[in-house]
């Protein structure tokens, strides 16, 4: 009754559904990991902000790699602005989605080392090869409050480092590649400038990170595993069709093979039935 079940057709499809549990199985577990990662970040970033800043020497120095754990940590500097040594970033936007710079400026401590401070947005330039208008920072001795960040690379951010950019432009914000352009000791990672804030509309300070927001992963994750279910039970569906449908084949076929023969009984009958009496013969 079920050998069609070992024909090339169903063996492939069998094979297919076979493939496709766990590998949406998978899926699924892949999208929950997203989800709870997600919460963990939005966790983390809610605490550090909401965290007491602390100097900005306390938790890095030249050459250290800042650890997640203090993504986003409120710390303060105070120093003096080097705008000899500023740079743009390329390619940034703002919070409407507009493209242009961010403003990266040297904040010089009072031990002569240099943590670097991204100021916030302003917009590209009318030649991509000039640099922008950049309104100056506050002069003299400052103190900022900003979030710390650790330095971009190519394999976290997935931004290209090009090479051949125009002066002071550069793609990624890194201590260690600041250090060689500024010739100075620069504290790993780098500060996003949270005040005091600018004495005009720009630079834009950058806007806090979106730590409400968990995203839709775990409804991607319950659709996977919906997914899942729902193969074998297609599979069922299909084989039991396949089955009524070979019944009802066979059923005709059946009554197709019965049918000539109580047609050509039917024809005997009537002709034996039809046939005319003959006449008495006479003496």
């Known amino acids: 009754m079920y050998r069609f079940l070992l024909t090339r057709q169903w063996v492939c499809l069998t094979l297919i559904g076979l493939v496709l549990i766990p590998a949406m199985i998978e899926l699924g577990f892949w999208q929950f990991h997203r989800h709870e990662r997600r919460v963990e970040q939005n966790a983390l970033i809610a605490r550090n902000l909401d965290a007491k800043p602390v100097p900005v020497t306390e938790l890095t120095s030249p050459g250290h790699r800042v650890p997640r754990s203090d993504y986003w940590r409120g710390v303060v ?11 743009v970033v390329r390619r940034r936007t703002d919070s409407d989605e507009r493209v242009g710079y961010h403003v990266l400026t040297p904040l010089v401590l009072g031990d002569g080392r240099v943590v670097m401070v991204n100021r916030g947005w302003v917009p590209s ?9 950049v309104p100056a920072p506050p002069r003299g001795e400052v103190t900022v409050t900003g979030r710390l960040k ?6 976290a951010s997935g931004i290209k480092d090009l090479a051949g950019l125009p002066p002071r432009q550069v793609m990624l914000i890194n201590s260690e590649q600041q250090a ?3 010739g100075r000791e620069v504290l790993g990672g780098y500060l996003e400038l949270t005040g005091p804030e600018p004495a005009g509309n720009l630079p834009k300070p950058v806007h806090s990170p979106d730590h409400d927001s968990i995203g839709a992963h775990m409804a991607y994750a319950i659709q996977w595993w919906l997914f899942t279910t729902a193969v074998p039970i297609g599979w069922v569906i299909l084989v039991r069709r396949e089955l009524r449908d070979r019944r009802e084949a066979a059923a005709k076929e059946a ?3 019965a049918e000539p023969a ?18 008495p013969a006479t003496a």
Do not use: M, N, R, W
Not at 125 to 133: H, L, N
């Open 77 to 87: 500097a105070t120093g003096t602005f080097d705008t000899a040594g500023e740079v």
């Open 125 to 133: 330039a009318t030649d991509p090869t000039a640099f922008p208008e």
């Open 150 to 155: 650790a330095d971009e690379t190519t394999k």
């Open 180 to 182: 060689k352009l500024l």
């Open 255 to 257: 009554a197709g093979a």
């Open 262 to 279: 109580g047609s050509t009984d039917t024809e005997a009958t009537g002709a034996t039935g039809t046939e005319e009496p003959k006449e």
